[in-house]
């Protein structure tokens, strides 16, 4: 919450943001509506008319292309009063300003920075703009239901189980390691953790055994496990070139975010599996 103070003058404006986002889709460009509550406290002049606007940008996010547009609010002025009143902010958002905001989240929440103005259209002999900043927290899940609506974009969430198995446990924190290497930029660390959230999987499914005995086989004769099996060696035997530098080979190899990101939800995929298996 941002207190915003009026000079000399014996009252203050809060201002809050929510968690509340939503968006109005239009032709590569979208209205993004955030949501605020505003509380006024001293003495003031009941419904007195501020006019809200300023300006939305990331914060805490590893890219210096912050900006995202201005504010403004479609619904005009609004009165001050002792109680939480609703007022919504709304910018512009383009396709590409989208496809960076996913990029440098990284499955993150989404924080933004606000920074406002509040200005007093009746109070004419005191200094009427005060200013401040507001950070807006938009919880990943939140902001990742809104995308879809959108149509802007597709995500797929992997929730693996707590549980008390520890090869399970350290594949979990795998996973939450590899999003946060992920989320700084080191993508051939995620693959590699990726593989080590793959041990657990080839234990509890004997994938080695099954993989060489699917091998055997022509590719559709192979069972239902088999084929699981050749999926996840496949899988592993891909990510194993991350850790190791083996000459002519996996010391050639490269690693985009796209990559770490597949490998991360395979891992995850393959790992919350085991919650079906006995």
Not at 39 to 48: I, L, M
Request: charged share 25%; hydrophobic share 40%.
């Amino acid at each position: 919450m941002t207190d915003f103070s009026f000079g000399m003058n014996d009252y203050s404006v809060d201002v809050q943001a929510q968690h509340d986002v939503t968006f109005s889709q239009g032709w590569d460009v979208h209205r993004l509506a955030l949501a605020f509550e505003v509380t006024a406290r001293g003495n003031y002049t009941v419904d007195a008319p501020f006019l809200v606007s300023g300006s939305l940008s990331t914060h805490e996010m590893p890219n210096p292309a912050s900006y995202i547009g201005v504010l403004h609010a479609p619904k005009g002025p609004v009165g001050l009063r002792p109680f939480k009143k609703h007022l919504t902010l709304e910018t512009t958002v383009t396709d590409q300003q989208l496809r960076g905001l996913e990029k440098m989240r990284a499955g993150a929440d989404l924080v933004l920075l606000a920074d406002l103005t509040l200005t007093a259209l009746a109070d004419p002999k005191n200094w009427p703009v005060a200013q401040g900043q507001e950070i807006i927290r938009i919880p990943h899940a939140k902001w990742s239901n809104t995308l879809t609506q959108l149509d802007a974009g597709a995500f797929v969430d992997v929730l693996i189980s707590v549980t008390t198995v520890e090869a399970r446990a350290t594949g979990a924190r795998r996973i939450r390691e590899a999003k946060t290497a992920i989320r700084d930029g080191r993508y051939e660390h995620a693959v590699s953790l990726a593989r080590a959230a793959l041990d657990p999987v080839r234990e509890a499914c004997d994938t080695k055994k099954l993989h060489d005995q699917a091998l055997l086989k022509k590719a559709g004769e192979r069972n239902q496990e088999e084929r699981w099996a050749v999926f996840t060696q496949s899988a592993y035997n891909l990510f194993s070139g991350a850790p190791h530098d083996d000459s002519g080979t996996t010391e050639n190899f490269t690693w985009t975010r796209a990559d770490a990101l597949s490998a991360v939800a395979t891992a995850a995929g393959l790992l919350a599996r085991l919650e079906d298996l006995p």
